[in-house]
T-cell receptor
Framework: NAGVTQTPKFQVLKTGQSMTLQCAQDMNHNSMYWYRQDPGMGLRLIYYSASEGTTDKGEVPNGYNVSRLNKREFSLRLESAAPSQTSVYFC??????????????FGPGTRLTVL | GDSVTQMEGPVTLSEEAFLTINCTYTATGYPSLFWYVQYPGEGLQLLLKATKADDKGSNKGFEATYRKETTSFHLEKGSVQVSDSAVYFCALSASGYSTLTFGKGTMLLVSP
């Protein structure tokens, strides 16, 4: 049981390049999330997917797109990377019943640098 | 909108000292409150939670009480260890939503 896995762990891009961050969970969770973590800013929600087939914007969605490929996988795409997107990106998942809130489980993160 | 305010760090303590990390929140309705911990190089892990007023969450010697009258959820531990060195995040989930709003985090450094 691997929990939440993310690839790659590290990435360096040049301004304007594109890339996709991959996330997968094996806990049969229905909800998945992408956050970015910046020094002094805490974690900010980029996009989330409450269930397979749905995605919604979070606090900082500009410059990103997401795909909920299936129940297990939720990818984050940067179409044209900018230095302001240098950050650590975390994927998380949870099981939401609609009646109570459940714990979010986090992946180990992807450290992205855009030059 | 919803927000969480934490005391700024780093908080530097000696082993066996008492820890308090302050957290206050602004939210409509009746949010659930959480403390997450991030050890160096890792993702976040849930430390404890409280889902209604006056609830006390506890885990691994850490405690926090949901105080609606003061809109606070302060984290406490009676005797910290070097292994407690990490970044601690206070967070809330507004009524009816699963998304989390995080504070900026407080780094705790414990020396032997």
């Amino acid at each position: 049981n691997a929990g939440v896995t993310q690839t790659p762990k590290f990435q360096v891009l040049k301004t304007g390049q594109s890339m996709t961050l991959q996330c997968a969970q094996d806990m049969n969770h229905n909800s998945m999330y992408w956050y970015r973590q910046d020094p002094g800013m805490g974690l900010r929600l980029i996009y989330y997917s409450a269930s397979e087939g749905t995605t919604d914007k979070g606090e900082v969605p500009n410059g990103y797109n997401v795909s909920r490929l299936n129940k297990r996988e939720f990818s984050l795409r940067l179409e044209s990377a900018a230095p302001s997107q240098t950050s650590v990106y975390f994927c998380a998942s949870s099981y939401e019943s609609g009646f109570s809130y459940n714990e979010q489980f986090f992946g180990p993160g992807t450290r992205l640098t855009v030059l | 909108g919803d927000s969480v305010t934490q005391m700024e760090g780093p908080v530097t303590l000696s082993e066996e000292a008492f820890l308090t990390i302050n957290c206050t929140y602004t939210a409509t309705g009746y949010p659930s409150l959480f403390w997450y911990v991030q050890y160096p190089g890792e993702g976040l892990q849930l430390l404890l939670k409280a889902t209604k007023a006056d609830d006390k969450g506890s885990n691994k010697g850490f405690e926090a009480t949901y105080r609606k009258e003061t809109t606070s959820f302060h984290l406490e531990k009676g005797s910290v260890q070097v292994s407690d060195s990490a970044v601690y995040f206070c967070a809330l989930s507004a009524s009816g939503y699963s998304t989390l709003t995080f504070g900026k985090g407080t780094m705790l450094l414990v020396s032997p």
